[in-house]
């Protein structure tokens, strides 16, 4: 017995090396479509979980290397997303963690049922139940905007299984407190030239610039594209800003832009297949 349990033993990996320096991954195991916030010197990290409940794990670090899970902030779906059977792959698609007014927000979009949203003003829980922000088929990889002005924005991406569209990111307002969306879902980036299959945007402001980060090109094979803008609805520039170029690492798909609490260092936390 104790020969056999030798047998099966392994090492928990850590990216930390313990001498200040780290080595990636962070983290070595799925977690598709990660997102990131910083709240003072806390981070906070939610990812995809598709069909599994408990949904949207939420994970804190103090320093981007090594984190914990505390939580997860979907303890039941409503009962019209409930599925009679597991259904691999669906459900909860590519989160955005955000913190605004004193409050958390994870939003989410379900390929045929539209974004949803859950709130705490504890990440460790317990988030409220789900509300579904915009009812549509196809709008995924959302994440919510807080202006200056109170106005709220949700940038998103088009799942071409369902929307029958792809290769474009389209945005719609929402009421501020981010519980509905008003009028009409509009485009604000068409990526069928440069940029196939672009997704995933993450939405933030530095300075008099609107930034959206979004991978193209698929997840094995894609690069990482950013948006830039003085106007929340465009027009939009372009940048490939990461790519495989001539390595042997295929290139990196979505995730998040974070300053340090100090706001001398910039880093990029992403999934990588």
């Known amino acids: 017995m104790s020969a056999m349990a030798d047998e099966y033993v392994s090492e928990v990996w850590s990216p930390d090396l313990g001498n200040g320096k780290y080595i990636n991954p962070i983290i070595d195991a799925d977690y598709s479509d990660p ?9 906070y990290m939610t990812a995809s979980s ?17 984190w914990t899970i505390i939580g997860h902030a979907i303890a039941e779906m409503p009962d019209y997303a409930k599925f009679k059977t597991p259904n691999h792959g669906n459900a909860v698609w590519a989160p955005s963690i955000r913190y605004h007014n004193g409050e958390f927000f994870i939003y989410y ?3 045929d049922l539209g974004i949803f949203m859950t709130k705490t003003k504890n990440p460790a829980g317990p988030w409220e139940p789900l509300t579904l922000v915009h009812k549509a088929k ?7 905007f807080w202006d200056e002005d109170g106005k709220a924005y949700l940038p998103h991406g088009y799942a071409g299984s369902r929307a ?22 509009r485009i604000i980036y068409d990526g069928h030239l440069d940029n196939e299959t672009i997704e995933g945007a993450k939405m933030y ?24 803008s003085k106007n929340p609805w465009g027009p939009y520039e372009t940048r490939n800003v990461l790519e ?3 390595t042997d690492m295929n290139g990196p798909h979505q995730g998040a ?9 910039d880093w990029f936390i992403h999934f990588q297949d």
């Open 35 to 43: 997102d990131v916030v910083r709240v003072g010197d806390d981070y």
């Open 50 to 66: 598709f069909s599994d409940i408990p949904g949207l794990p939420v994970l804190h670090s103090k320093d981007l290397v090594n």
């Open 109 to 111: 979009g379900d390929p």
């Open 138 to 144: 196809g709008i995924i990889d959302c994440c919510p």
């Open 164 to 185: 029958g569209v792809k290769s474009i990111i389209g945005m719609i307002e929402m009421t501020p407190d981010g519980k509905s969306t008003i009028g009409q879902d």
């Open 205 to 228: 402001k530095r300075g008099d610039w609107y930034y959206i980060f979004s991978p193209a090109g698929g997840v094995p094979t894609g690069w990482q594209e950013v948006l830039r």
């Open 244 to 246: 495989q170029g001539d």
């Open 257 to 265: 832009w974070i300053d340090t609490p100090d706001g001398k260092e």
